[in-house]
């Protein structure tokens, strides 16, 4: 069973085997900017993630998992106490399964694979056996696995520095105001740094966060509150726009 400690050493890259899993709960962990050679599979069993690449961010609720191609520098984030599976794909021993940085969503069937394939011994041997039949299905519920559009762009141009992606993004008006640029240029800025204008983004961060907060178990009120929706049902046809569904049937499919 490899279940890891926080102050336990560990590098995937200096290990012999094509696959690597690892299981481990952390509090308030910030991994920092790094990369692996191997491609990584990320998954919070229990609480979410903040995965950050150099230009998107997202959050890994129970119901997505993320992969990170070789060399994708990376820095992941938890505010509060959660867990966490991880495995690393040898790209030279073992096909990607996908071609580029992918979010999808969690089947019950890849979780409880993911599960076994996490807790198995550094030494396991993945080409015989019961580890490759595991290593066979999870590469193929990975192959028709649904994608999720949860990597939201992050512009990079400096006169954005005080713009918090952790906490509700103002207003176009309030955030003019706040770093002390015109609404035209930030609505400039965010065409062409992420491909959509900044309500959109905004709206697309309400979306990311809004998931996650239901994945954790909050109720729609609390949600619509924390997001800043009037009430409940302003929320629920924000939801419902952006994703053709209730708040509650997109979680309930998905957990």
């Known amino acids: 069973m490899v279940w890891l400690a926080p102050s336990d050493p560990f590098d995937a890259d200096q290990l012999a085997r094509p696959v690597v899993g690892i299981a481990s709960r952390m509090v308030q962990h910030d991994s920092g900017w790094h990369s692996h050679a191997r491609g990584q599979l990320l998954f919070a069993y229990a609480g979410s993630i903040r995965i950050m690449l150099p230009d998107a961010t997202s959050i890994l609720p129970p119901i997505r998992m993320v992969w990170i191609p070789p060399g994708t520098p990376h820095r992941v984030t938890i505010r509060s106490e959660v867990e966490y599976r991880s495995i ?3 790209e030279m021993r073992v096909a990607a399964p996908f071609a580029g940085t992918a979010i999808v969503a969690m ?3 890849l979780r409880e694979v993911f599960e076994r ?3 198995q011994p550094f030494d396991t041997d993945w080409s015989a056996g ?7 299905v ?3 519920e990975l192959a028709t696995a649904r994608h999720e559009p949860m990597l939201l762009p992050v512009p990079s141009d400096p006169r954005l520095a005080r713009l918090d992606i952790e906490e509700l993004p103002p207003g176009l008006e309030d955030l003019s105001c706040r770093i002390g640029v015109t609404t035209r240029t930030i609505s400039r ?3 062409r740094e992420t491909g959509m204008s900044y309500q959109a983004w905004r709206q697309s961060w309400r979306l990311l966060r809004a998931v996650d907060l239901l994945a954790s178990g909050l109720g729609v009120t609390r949600v619509a509150s924390d997001l800043g929706f009037s009430s409940d049902s302003a929320f629920i046809a924000f939801f419902r726009q952006m994703t053709g569904e209730t708040p509650k049937r997109y979680i309930d ?3």
């Open 88 to 90: 690393y794909l040898d």
């Open 107 to 109: 089947t019950p069937l």
């Open 117 to 119: 394939m996490s807790l």
């Open 130 to 136: 019961a580890a490759q039949n595991l290593l066979a």
């Open 138 to 140: 999870c590469l193929d």
């Open 189 to 191: 800025i965010f065409r």
């Open 253 to 255: 499919k998905r957990g």
